[in-house]
């Protein structure tokens, strides 16, 4: 798999004409320090550009373990872990209060009993916004959501599995992310759900929803409108930033007058 | 031409709501500090080989990130008048470096 950047690694690479190997990869990337400063935040390569010293953790589990598992027995517990119980939370899938392999094995699902509930909120969210859209004007009744919920329940039998929504996005007309594939799913990552059959929103769910989102309890919500990205011919946004290993902030708005500046945004993962 | 990498938020972190990692992907936890932000990104710059270019880390608080709804990721190409010349989709269906590249070509050769 390739990493966010890799595309552009190698675009960067053919365009600069001075291609490197992963072997010509300076290796020690852990920022060097000195004994004052803290421990390097560990970022550990599976891939090609790994070096021979380093740490091999194949999978998610290992290398949480790696980092974690003070007394070694295999298993993180909350205490060992010490940061945000939310975070440990969503890892520990069946919900036993401890990491172990089984949590991060493939098939598991990805969420747990509690994470269910609040997924079901979100393609209840998701219903809600798919019924805005196919709505003319700019506020939503629980009767308009219904007809929508109706919509999506291909079989009819008073509860959407995510196979359905995910079948539905499909007959709606409604654009997926722009440039993806024929066929895109957008729900990849629920396959344990669907093949279990187990992930379902019912009328009552939707309801709530819908009560839970209906502030001034009047039977309308206007949803919210998803913030915007600056478009062509418009002010950049201005900002400033520092580079990874200090040094002077950059202000966007200094190279106004002077040259055009290429934003690439990313991270490592 | 000046370009810069902007270091934001982890796409996959492994304690992210969608985590990858292993398999050849890198392994790491989103970052909870500015500090730990730049060592990433760091280590992003160096073993992608990205460094021919300067980079800048987003602070926590994602506000370029939210400005420029860049997350995942995203391209963009700002004139010598401040205004935006391309505005790339996000990422990963909408990032083509082509684009920009055609892009910085057309603008470049208009001035």
């Not at chain 1, 400063?37 to 790696?66: H, I």
């Not at chain 1, 975070?87 to 994470?115: C, K, N």
């Not at chain 1, 308009?144 to 959407?160: K, P």
């Not at chain 2, 190409?77 to 996000?90: F, M, N």
Request: with cysteine; charged share 30%.
């Amino acid at each position: 798999m390739r990493s966010r950047f890799g595309w552009l690694a190698l675009w960067i690479t053919l365009a600069a004409g001075c291609r490197t190997t992963p072997d010509e990869t300076p290796s020690g990337t852990q920022v060097a320090t000195d004994s004052n400063e803290p421990a390097p935040f560990p970022v550990w390569e599976t891939g090609k550009n790994r070096s021979a010293d380093e740490p091999t953790p194949e999978s998610r589990f290992e290398f949480l373990t790696r980092l974690y598992d003070a007394d070694e027995d295999g298993r993180v517990t909350a205490e060992e872990y010490g940061r945000e119980p939310e975070t440990f939370a969503r890892m520990d899938r069946d919900e036993d209060g401890v990491l172990t392999a089984e949590d991060f094995a493939e098939g598991q699902p990805l969420l747990s009993p509690s994470q269910r509930n609040e997924r079901r909120r979100r393609l209840a969210a998701e219903l809600f916004a798919k019924s805005f859209q196919q709505d003319d004007d700019l506020e939503l009744g629980l009767e308009e959501v219904e007809a929508s919920f109706r919509d999506y329940d291909a079989d009819g039998d008073g509860a959407i599995v995510v196979r359905e929504f995910a079948r539905h996005f499909a007959t709606l007309n409604i654009e997926p992310p722009r440039g993806a594939p024929p066929g895109f799913n957008p729900f990849p990552l629920f396959r344990a759900e669907i093949a279990r059959g187990d992930d379902q929103l019912t009328m009552e769910n939707v309801r709530a929803y819908f009560v839970s989102q209906d502030k001034d309890g009047d039977g309308r919500l206007v949803p919210a409108r998803r913030a915007e990205a600056p478009k062509v011919g418009e002010l950049a946004p201005d900002f400033t930033l520092s580079p990874p290993k200090g040094g002077d902030p950059v202000t966007l708005s200094s190279f106004r007058g002077d040259r055009p500046v290429a934003l690439i945004f990313g991270s490592y993962t | 031409m000046q370009f810069y990498v902007v270091y934001i938020r982890e796409a996959h972190a492994v304690d992210s709501p969608a985590p990858m990692g292993g398999d050849g992907a890198p392994l790491v936890e989103d970052p909870r500090s500015l500090h730990e932000r730049q060592e990433v990104a760091q280590v992003c710059m160096t073993r992608l080989a990205l460094e021919p270019m300067p980079a800048l880390v987003d602070e926590l608080d994602d506000a370029v990130n939210q400005a420029y709804q860049a997350w995942p990721d995203r391209l963009y190409l700002i004139g010598t008048d401040g205004r935006l010349v391309y505005a790339g989709e996000p990422g990963p269906f909408g990032f083509k470096p082509k684009q920009l590249e055609d892009a910085i070509a057309a603008y470049l050769s208009e001035r």
